[in-house]
């Protein structure tokens, strides 16, 4: 009997280990004919109709059905038993700037929460500036890490963005405003955001404008080797109802 080397599949490990097989059969016998001794078919046999380098047509087709297992670690343990399990996958290199944009669009920025002078419990005046300003605005700082891979992440308020909305033009402002400080003079203090309405809101639904305020927030990161960059800005909005007057004069 011959000695064969055969691979075997057991709880997830390959084993070559020698297995023995039977010889071959012996031919077909020769039997007698009118020309002596043949072997085998006495009739030629007819060639295939397909065409050259293709599976001929007249015969039967050999499916592989066989299945890739994949690539394997083996250590031989003897001559004729070698021992496969399965590759481990390299793990894919983290990159602090994915990282840093993944904790980026996690990062809990805060709907503005925005004050007014004249407050908005009262109402504003045609012609006089309105004050706009941020009570929420303090920087906000994220880490995250992967592996062996951590980034820092640092988002900062840019500007403001106010919408009178019914078709008044927008007005940007750098930065989230000055807050109004009743303890001083109105005419000792200056404000970096505001808007001046030109008519009253008197003819507006419910008789007062709806404002909308933007803030948008840029964003920074450092990583673990030493790299860093800008982030995509974000924004976030709140909108709210204002009342606008006109100013009326008193003579006696």
């Given at each position: 009997?011959?000695?064969?080397?055969?691979?075997?599949?057991?709880?997830?490990?390959?084993?070559?280990?020698?297995?023995?097989?039977?010889?071959?059969?012996?031919?077909?016998?020769?039997?007698?004919?009118?020309?002596?001794?043949?072997?085998?078919?006495?009739?030629?046999?007819?060639?295939?109709?397909?065409?050259?380098?293709?599976?001929?047509?007249?015969?039967?087709?050999?499916?592989?059905?066989?299945?890739?297992?994949?690539?394997?670690?083996?250590?031989?343990?003897?001559?004729?038993?070698?021992?496969?399990?399965?590759?481990?996958?390299?793990?894919?290199?983290?990159?602090?700037?994915?990282?840093?944009?993944?904790?980026?669009?996690?990062?809990p920025i805060p709907t503005p929460v925005v004050r007014t002078a004249p407050p908005r419990r009262s109402a504003g005046l045609v012609g006089l500036p309105e004050w706009f300003w941020v009570t929420n605005s303090r920087p906000i700082s994220g880490r995250t890490t992967a592996r062996d891979v951590w980034v820092e992440v640092t988002a900062r308020p840019q500007s403001l963005t106010i919408d009178p909305g019914y078709g008044h033009r927008v007005v940007r402002c750098a930065g989230v405003g000055t807050a109004y400080d009743k303890s001083r003079p109105a005419s000792a203090q200056r404000t970096d955001c505001s808007y001046t309405f030109q008519r009253s809101s008197a003819h507006e639904p419910g008789g007062a404008y709806?404002?909308?305020?933007?803030?948008?927030?840029?964003g920074t990161w450092r990583g673990s080797d030493g790299s860093g960059g800008a982030l995509p800005p974000l924004t976030r909005s709140t909108s709210f109802r204002l009342r606008v007057a006109e100013a009326q004069g008193l003579y006696g």
């Open positions: 009997m011959a000695s064969v080397s055969s691979v075997v599949l057991t709880s997830g490990a390959l084993l070559m280990q020698p297995i023995s097989a039977p010889p071959p059969r012996d031919p077909i016998p020769p039997e007698a004919n009118l020309n002596g001794y043949g072997f085998g078919a006495q009739d030629d046999g007819r060639p295939g109709s397909g065409k050259p380098g293709s599976q001929p047509t007249g015969a039967s087709a050999l499916v592989d059905d066989s299945h890739d297992i994949g690539p394997h670690d083996c250590r031989t343990l003897s001559d004729d038993v070698e021992v496969c399990t399965p590759a481990r996958k390299k793990s894919a290199k983290v990159s602090p700037a994915e990282l840093a944009l993944s904790r980026w669009t996690r990062m709806r404002v909308r305020v933007t803030v948008t927030w840029g």
